[in-house]
T-cell receptor, first 117, second 112 residues
Framework: GAVVSQHPSRVICKSGTSVKIECRSL??????MFWYRQFPKQSLMLMAT?????????EQGVEKDKFLINHASLTLSTLTVTSAHPEDSSFYIC?????????????FGPGTRLTVL | AQSVTQPDIHITVSEGASLELRCNYS??????LFWYVQSPGQGLQLLLK??????LVQGIKGFEAEFKRSQSSFNLRKPSVHWSDAAEYFC??????????FGTGTRLQVFP
């Protein structure tokens, strides 16, 4: 149990276009979903936390108008990278948690590789 | 503020040898501690976690980790490594919120 999927796994887009990434919890209800960004050979950096039915909470330095997050249901969260530029190229990973308590286990998706030309 | 340090960027071991991956954390209270493994093309998989109680935690795939408060450490161990254990390993710490702070990871290479 506790499987999280992401779609697409890879996406290549032109500079200036928008890209949507989906994160789904397949066999459980996710009260909270997290979006991370991972640079090559580096750690995961938390971008934002989204709770179902409410606005996402962004980490310091993350542009909320550029990275739009929607958590419309207990099984789906989306990240839209608006007006993408080459510096947005990265590996984006989502995770999902059943609850909102400290220490709740996060279950991770396989990630989405975004390349902006 | 919480932080996690994984001092070893890359470790190479022979198949069948024992393994220890180091993790040091900084947090003012008792933390929640996690070890995740990331294989190419796959998401991070939880190996084990420590919340409270017994400081020696058993996980999946034969891994264990020991919480040592005096050393602010949560090192991951396995007595006999298999070639399929080659992957990136991340230590993470959580505190009084649902957020996790990740270390920079340790890449494990296993030689036959």
């Amino acid at each position: 149990g506790a499987v999280v999927s992401q779609h697409p796994s890879r996406v290549i887009c032109k500079s200036g276009t928008s890209v949507k990434i989906e994160c789904r919890s397949l066999d459980f209800q996710a009260t909270t979903m997290f979006w991370y960004r991972q640079f090559p050979k580096q750690s995961l950096m938390l971008m934002a936390t989204s709770n179902e039915g409410s606005k996402a909470t962004y980490e310091q330095g993350v542009e909320k108008d550029k990275f739009l997050i929607n958590h419309a249901s207990l099984t789906l969260s989306t990240l839209t990278v608006t007006s993408a530029h080459p510096e947005d190229s990265s590996f984006y990973i989502c995770s999902a948690s059943r609850g909102r308590a400290a220490g709740d286990t996060q279950y991770f998706g396989p990630g989405t590789r975004l390349t902006v030309l | 503020a919480q932080s996690v340090t994984q001092p070893d960027i890359h470790i190479t071991v022979s198949e069948g040898a024992s393994l220890e991956l180091r993790c040091n954390y900084s947090y003012g209270a008792t933390p929640y501690l996690f070890w995740y493994v990331q294989s190419p093309g796959q998401g991070l998989q939880l190996l084990l976690k420590y919340f409270s109680g017994d400081t020696l935690v058993q996980g999946i795939k034969g891994f264990e980790a020991e919480f040592k408060r005096s050393q602010s450490s949560f090192n991951l161990r396995k007595p006999s490594v298999h070639w399929s254990d080659a992957a990136e390993y991340f230590c993470a710490v959580g505190g009084n919120t649902d957020k996790l702070i990740f270390g920079t990871g340790t890449r494990l290479q296993v030689f036959p």
